[in-house]
């Protein structure tokens, strides 16, 4: 750390890797010093935008043995290798989601490594809305006893592009879904004993032509008996639909959608309000850069929580467990 | 009061009257023994309904011994002289607002009969309104401090028929705003020390051809430098906008408006809400029976609160004195 | 019907019976001819506030030529043999929600009288909120579009009583659930095809020694892929929660909570309201007088929709099979 | 301009001051030259954090020729001053509000330049909050029709220090009110021929040893009877209250409140919300970046709306007419 800076090198130029270049590049406690992105136009353009070194192969991060920390935004395929290697190079790691896409693989990384220590960081930015978080914050508080009931609404605006969808069959569960996987692990406070899901297809053929899943609903079941039910679709016309609400033995807490403007309109035969934020890079903005500020602190040693390889490895369990589920039309057992 | 029941003879059976003695005839409190009205048609029509006896005349409630109390919903010019008859024949008397339309009427009224032992309630209906009691009894309770200022919109649907506001000149301030005033003197717990308002007339000549003031503004001061601002206009055209909010040393309280349901609709270019209750026969129609339990407990000697035959005058006499304010175009000093 | 009056025989002065007694006596469209009631106490305290004759045996009422309708709030037990008796004497029939508790009786009964010309009409009083009917309007509409995904929130502020519990196993599926099951019905617009349930037993052994379910979740799928997710608790300490979603190809739509005010508390730590109105008794209270309106209009051939016995029977059904499916730890194929 | 980017040089660094250089700094479209600041320890931080030169004269801003800018940032009575020698330089001018404290010399201010080819932008700041914005948008649309009542609600959380409303005696009228004119001239779309005010001292005396107005409120009435109604406070317990609700021959609309939260939390007494943004820093954070993108705009000729000399020489004397009311205990005539 230069300066107590945390020195970072980023991985992955896309657009969340370029997202992240720019949160990164303004956060006071973090200096960017390497862009790697095989694309020498993508990663030449964001690296001059936030005053880094583009590098095509990011060995160059992994070899700098100034650099204190690693930030992966490349595709899920390189995921855990680049794990791997960063925690072989003795750096603190951010990593988004998913930790990768072969169990196996993601499970012999787990194994190896759940003690490393240094922070490994999986990017549920969720977790780091302001909402949510202080919906988690009144859940440890007690204010709503034992958490009997998770229900959570994960509506995206737009499914993704048709050669997207074609390339991860199922994908509404490891892709998407899994976020909401993470929160309910969050906030059960226990791990899930059987999944059940239904998936459907109910876009047109125009833009789900190979009719892929693009809505389903999973329900998650504990020994205690608390249960979770998630409902999914990759098309809600009115918006990023993003609620949370738990119900204990004491109360009921929810985290609420949030709208583009908090202003209404009263005409004669209606009241109106404004749309929901769009999608994540609205309603997420502010969590992305609350990730960093926890990384920030995790890796200058303080207490906090964040999602850690471990919880990054149930979380895609569970999807492939949820979309399992969904493609027998039974309830999977877990553990 | 024959079985326990209190006997009651209602007068008049225009619209208010009918309403009235639907509420009064099912109300196990009541025994509706009279439906005193001069027109033969609405009076028997009513009191069929209601299996009252219908008489022309009120006298005929007066000298009846077995009455106990008299409901007055007859004309307003009507109200100063049959609440002193009422009182006279010893009679317990609800009277619709407001007291009269003479104010020296209505002090010899005051001065006269101000300690009667029976009750004399004056129909603010808005006091019983379920939100708007409950906000009085959080102000009541201390949870916002001392009350500082005082806040009503009060926004009529549809303005009154073009030869009634002819009839009643400046009536926004002595028909409508009076409701308004009586909360403020209600809430602000002083009375005021000065007076100001503005008028306007917005409304098109066809609704008001007579150019009537369609809307107005109120503030009134108090000596301790509260202060209470009222908006009111005769066509609010997304429905029955009442709202009251008081702001204190502590903290600040909201009743907020009543919808016509609560669904809520997500489009693609909105969120959508029904429109508020249209008017007072919907947002108050609780009100109207709550005023009865009220009536009941106070014949009964509970320690109740009402408007009496004081606060009908205070509030006929601050909405004269609003409206002079708005007529000379400066504040009134008060007492 | 006398003079346009729907004549009206009343069996069953319990609880419910008694509320409908009232709401039947005060409605212009109905005469309340009897109220038939074992319990000499109990009927005859009711018939009197009514005013109407109390009986013992409802035979009287079905033996009556001049009587029109049979209102049935007896127990659930005797439910399907007095709705095949009220249509035998050729009766428009009410009858309180289930339908019955075997349900090879009520498949006979409806076998045999599904075509019959009079309206037999279940009373699930949720349609009848004016909230929820508001969405199904909106639904109907084609504002949302295709329906793809209903979302129930249904829980109680308290358990029944112990022996209550005790003598009706699994009844939080046939008992409360059944209401739900009516409603996902009404909103889909197709049969389920599929039941997957979890029912889990969170109350303390004070109000729940017997360890019954106390909490539950279904879920219903159906062929065109669209789904619903119901969840039910027996205590939610915060009031009587009932919520309806139904999201769609084009929109989205809620029925919310009811408070007990409209009043909005600012305080330093926390902006407040008043909790959800308590239970059935308030929230419906409104729906029971509208079930009275629409019998009416069904008895007088207006067009108007209805719970009939047929959609009696297939919540009974539904509920039925949510149960089995909790039991047996697995998804239900139906039909 | 270099390379595209408006070279500007801010004057004052104090707390706003340096929250302008932050948001300036990280602005694509301007390049921060110059932090000029007579307080040489507080100067050079804020240059050091944001990479621009301290200075401790402004002169040097005004005599670079490469500048093309100036962010006035001082305090007030330095403004007209700033802004008349920021013309003669022939720059672009931000100042902060108020453009003066001395009536007179602003008026001969806007005499001399009211068409200066150049932006002269007032920082009103609440214009450019989103809610606001998308309120007047609504309003320049035709939805609500004729604005007839404009309705502001403007609270502190907190009374400045005892020495500066000493320094400023009256000041809660043209330092913070000020704010609320402008937004009442906005939104009115014509200019007031009468204020009357009031004004109230509630605070203790240990916030408030010298008796300075910490309430007050504002009345406007325009020609053609529309009226504008503020409420203002230094002192809002719950948090930073700002709502503006416009009212019209059409419909009505409100900019309500932001919370801190989207949370809900539901508990057997009560329904709670998180209390609202506690201050400007945090309501308005997004409305100061806003104010540069569009300062940024109108510098490069696009056609863009902004508060310019003359709306701030207007709402100056708006806020000392209305101050002069409350002194005088009555109305007065404008214009």
Redesign the interface.
């Known amino acids: 750390m230069t300066a107590n800076k945390i020195k970072v090198g980023l991985i992955g130029a896309g657009f969340i890797g370029a997202l992240h270049a720019k949160n990164l590049s303004?956060h006071p406690g973090i200096e960017l010093a390497y862009v790697a992105e095989p694309n020498s136009d993508l990663g030449g353009k964001v690296a001059a935008e936030v005053g880094s070194k583009w590098i095509a192969d990011p060995a160059e991060i992994l070899s700098d043995s100034s650099v204190d920390a690693v930030w992966i935004a490349s595709p899920a395929s390189t995921h855990t290798d680049l794990i791997r290697r960063s925690i072989e190079a003795n750096k603190a790691v951010f990593c988004e989601k998913p930790v990768g896409m072969d169990l196996v693989e993601v499970d012999a990384l787990v194994d190896k490594y759940e003690d490393y220590g240094k922070p490994v960081f999986i990017g549920f930015n969720r977790r780091f809305d302001?909402?949510h978080a202080?919906?988690k914050e009144?859940v440890e508080s007690g204010?709503?006893g034992?958490v009997?009931?998770v229900?959570i609404?994960s509506?995206d605006p737009n499914p993704p592009p048709v050669y997207y969808m074609k390339a991860t069959p199922g994908g509404i569960f490891y892709d998407t879904i899994i976020h909401d996987l993470d929160i309910a692990r969050w906030l059960l406070g226990e791990e899930p004993v059987?999944v059940?899901s239904?998936a459907?297809?109910?876009l047109d053929n125009e833009v789900n032509p190979d009719r892929e899943y693009d809505?389903a609903?999973v329900?998650l079941?504990c020994a205690s008996?608390?249960?979770c039910?998630i409902?999914a679709?990759r098309?809600?016309?009115?918006?990023y639909?993003q609620r949370i609400e738990v119900?204990g033995?004491?109360?009921?807490?929810?985290?609420?959608?949030?709208?583009?403007?908090?202003?209404?309109?009263?005409?004669?035969?209606?009241?109106?309000?404004?749309?929901?934020q769009n999608f994540f890079i609205d309603r997420y903005a502010t969590a992305y850069v609350s990730e960093i500020d926890t990384f920030v602190a995790a890796c200058r040693g303080e207490k906090v929580d964040f999602p850690n390889l471990k919880d990054g490895r149930e979380a895609l369990f569970l999807s492939f467990e949820a979309l399992k589920s969904a493609r027998s039309?039974?309830?999977v057992r877990l553990g």
């Open positions: 303004r302001g909402s202080r919906l009144i204010a709503i034992k009997e009931m229900s609404t509506r059987e059940y239904t459907s297809c109910h809505a609903t329900t079941k008996g608390a249960v039910q409902t679709s098309r809600a016309v009115y918006g639909d119900f033995s004491k109360g009921m807490v929810q985290s609420e959608n949030h709208g583009q403007s908090n202003v209404k309109l009263y005409q004669q035969d209606s009241i109106k309000q404004d749309p929901l039309d039974g309830p």
